[in-house]
């Protein structure tokens, strides 16, 4: 990714994927935390990396976001302070390695344990060979397909039999169980039932590995972030965390798991909050909640884009028009910009005109406004209207966050209407024009 100076180099400059390694230097915005918290001394990603590394303090987390937020750049960027640091971290992107729509709590388990094994791998880690023989018998023992057994020519290039597995060996079953978690229903079965009668002896298994890579680390404990887990239904999300919190919760080293904000609404949430230190990743304000412009939340996300892009290459307003009706969120603006930036570049355009903005956020509005029916319409505008901090239908109101309708803000926790959706009532002749309340 690199700055874009012309129109044909926008889409690869908002590419939707987080910022990650060098790309921080050149393209992270420092200053978003205080319009999103109302603070500037107010960081929740802050408060993780500091909890972190703190000693015999509880080290489970959650943190709770908008799609599109800016969860996984600010996920990334912590890592690397973390690195930087000499803490040993991975990251498991959990739609890449599971089927999201097909997720329990023991696949977790698991993606845990392949990840300390290539943190081992990667710092230099000797694991003990009883500890490793522990984990081979683990997942033979018991099971109708054994995951152990390989071909006779891979155990010569490797250098050493299924007796003696070393890392490299074990890592290579990591690697099929992980295929058959994703697409292997039967084997997937297997797999899940061995964790779930005898998940004490996985975790034991699993502070024995963390415990050798602290000790190579000079007590420092390694760290897992599963990301992607924001974007599970919210029955789904529940089957995995509600009845298994104390278990996710339990490990000896710090875990950072991802969750849809709004289950935060949903009555159970309480109970995680006795096992997790939960944290909240806002949307960056640009508009108060009396409905006025809030000037230094949009002039943050100017920066942000100027960072991306010349400024020049929006024609006049546009660059406007696009912040307003993202509404803050950061996915849907880049969405926009890019859809945008993609008609201007057909047309041989040197920018992006107004008509180039309508089009795409034409294209975000008609994908929010199927999310919703007509019987939610009431509720919708009566946030619109002005009940934007005391929503009795807490379930509407769940739904209507994961559905990224209505989005959350800072400060006083409250709610708005999605922009575009506000520009869609109105359309309809529901509400009064956009800005004219």
């Known amino acids: 990714m690199k700055h874009a100076n012309h129109v044909s180099e926008m889409i690869n400059a908002f590419s939707p994927e987080p910022l990650i390694g060098e790309q921080m230097e050149e393209f992270y915005c420092n200053d978003t935390m205080e319009y999103r918290m109302s603070d500037k001394y107010d960081s929740p990603i802050q408060d993780i990396f500091e909890i972190c590394q703190a000693e015999g303090t509880q080290n489970a987390f959650l943190l709770l976001g908008h799609k599109g937020c800016g969860k996984s750049t600010e996920l990334n960027r912590l890592s690397a302070q973390l690195t930087a640091k000499g803490y040993q971290v991975r990251t498991i992107i959990c739609s890449t390695d599971l089927d999201m729509f097909n997720i329990v709590y023991s696949d977790l388990f698991i993606l845990m344990g392949e990840a300390l094994l290539g943190i081992a791998e990667e710092c230099g880690c000797a694991i003990s060979k009883d500890v490793l023989d522990d984990i081979m018998h683990f997942w033979d023992e018991g099971m109708e397909t054994s995951v152990s057994k390989k071909e006779e020519t891979a155990d010569i290039e490797a250098g050493m039999s299924a007796e003696t597995p070393g890392l490299f060996n074990v890592?290579?079953?990591?690697?099929?169980?992980?295929?058959?978690?994703?697409?292997?229903?039967?084997?997937?079965?297997?797999?899940?039932?061995?964790?779930?009668?005898?998940?004490?002896?996985?975790?034991?298994?699993?502070?024995?590995?963390?415990?050798?890579?602290?000790?190579?680390?000079?007590g420092k404990a390694p760290i897992i972030i599963f990301e992607d887990l924001d974007k599970l239904n919210p029955e789904d999300a529940w089957n995995v965390f509600y009845n298994y919190a104390a278990v996710l919760s339990g490990m000896s080293f710090p875990v950072i798991y991802t969750f849809p904000i709004g289950l935060s609404y949903d009555t159970r949430f309480a109970a995680m909050e006795g096992y997790f230190i939960t944290k909240t990743l806002p949307m960056i304000k640009i508009e108060t909640i009396e409905g006025e412009p809030f000037c230094d939340g949009i002039n943050v996300i100017r920066e942000i884009v100027e960072k991306r892009a010349d400024l020049?290459?929006?024609?006049?307003?546009?660059?406007?028009?696009?912040?307003?009706?993202?509404?803050?969120?950061?996915?849907?603006?880049?969405?926009?910009?890019?859809?945008?930036?993609?008609?201007?570049?057909?047309r041989n355009s040197e920018n992006l005109s107004m008509e180039d903005a309508e089009r795409a956020l034409e294209e975000v509005k008609t994908s929010l406004t199927r999310r919703i029916e007509k019987k939610d319409y009431d509720f919708l505008i009566n946030i619109y209207k002005g009940n934007k901090e005391l929503i009795e239908d807490k379930q509407m109101l769940l739904k209507m966050l994961q559905a990224s309708v209505v989005l959350e803000y800072n400060g006083k926790r409250w709610h708005n209407l999605h922009p575009l959706v506000a520009r869609f009532f109105t359309?309809?002749?529901?509400?009064?024009?956009?800005g004219e309340k």
């Open 312 to 346: 020049a290459l929006f024609e006049e307003g546009v660059l406007d028009s696009l912040i307003h009706y993202s509404g803050g969120s950061l996915r849907d603006l880049f969405h926009t910009i890019n859809s945008a930036a993609k008609r201007a570049e057909r």
């Open 171 to 218: 890592l290579k079953i990591f690697a099929k169980i992980k295929a058959d978690l994703k697409y292997n229903e039967e084997v997937r079965k297997e797999y899940r039932r061995k964790i779930s009668i005898r998940s004490s002896e996985w975790m034991a298994l699993l502070r024995n590995i963390a415990g050798e890579i602290t000790k190579k680390t000079e």
């Open 427 to 434: 359309e309809q002749g529901l509400i009064e024009n956009v």
